[in-house]
């Protein structure tokens, strides 16, 4: 069975403050992707990023930056100098990609930004 | 590329009525489509996994009679809400599946209100 844990539910920083989301998965396969996504106000789902389990490689992109450890099953997300539009909800997602399974997401980690 | 459309993106309707909530991938075939609700301050929960002229796959739980779902075309899945309460009311989304992939792309969002 595939499951995504989001151990922090809600966060909440000062604007211009460095910020991780957790996110710890567990799964058999070895072949899967690993997504973060954020989701504003309006409800609408943005992607983030996908990180394929083959590639360990840390991302970087402007003021995000994602941090993969097999070792350890997790999938972190970090936003440097947070702002206030930073402030949204963000789900981390798992998925097999053979057969047809839909993405399996964490609960979600609400932040939010004060400036 | 890969857009997926809902409509409405808001209704709202009166308990005991229907309402039907379309999800169209403009762009790309689908043969497979996932439904998700989403309470407020929760996570996204899988409803049922929708297949092209086929029969949809309702999670448990979800009872089939009451959210009547079809997917007459490649494109397009639709989502009706049969004799709705006022515990219905919810954020419905869509996801459309890249026929062939694992790829999956949201749609906006339909929020739907039952008083």
């Known amino acids: 069975a595939q499951k995504v844990t989001q151990a922090q539910t809600e966060i909440s920083v000062v604007e211009k403050e460095d910020v991780t989301l957790d996110c710890v998965y567990e799964?058999?396969?070895?072949?899967?992707?690993l997504f973060w996504y954020k989701q504003p106000p309006s409800g609408e789902l943005v992607f983030l990023i996908r990180?394929?389990?083959?590639?360990?490689q840390n991302e970087i992109s402007g003021r995000y930056s994602w941090n993969f450890q097999k070792s350890t099953s997790s999938f972190n997300f970090t936003i440097t100098a947070s702002q206030v539009v930073d402030s949204a909800v963000y789900f981390c997602?798992?998925?097999?990609?053979?057969?047809?399974?839909?993405?399996?997401f964490g609960k979600g980690t609400r932040l939010s930004v004060i400036a | 590329g890969a857009v997926v459309s809902q409509h409405p993106s808001w209704v709202i309707c009166k308990s005991g009525t229907s309402v039907k909530i379309e999800c169209r991938s403009l762009?790309?075939?689908?043969?497979?489509m996932f439904w998700y609700r989403q309470f407020p301050k929760q996570s996204l929960m899988l409803m049922a996994t929708?297949?092209?002229?086929?029969?949809?796959?309702?999670e448990q739980g979800v009872e089939k009679d009451k959210f009547l779902i079809n997917h007459a075309s490649l494109t397009l899945s639709t989502l009706t809400v049969t004799s709705a309460h006022p515990e219905d009311s919810s954020f419905y989304i869509c996801?459309?599946?890249?026929?062939?992939?694992?790829?999956?792309?949201f749609g906006p969002g339909t929020r739907l209100t039952v008083t």
């Open positions: 996801s459309a599946r890249i026929s062939g992939t694992y790829e999956q792309y």
């Open positions: 799964t058999r396969d070895t072949t899967y992707y």
């Open positions: 990180r394929n389990s083959f590639d360990e």
């Open positions: 997602a798992l998925i097999n990609p053979r057969g047809n399974t839909p993405l399996v």
């Open positions: 762009d790309f075939q689908a043969t497979t």
């Open positions: 929708s297949n092209e002229g086929s029969k949809a796959t309702y």
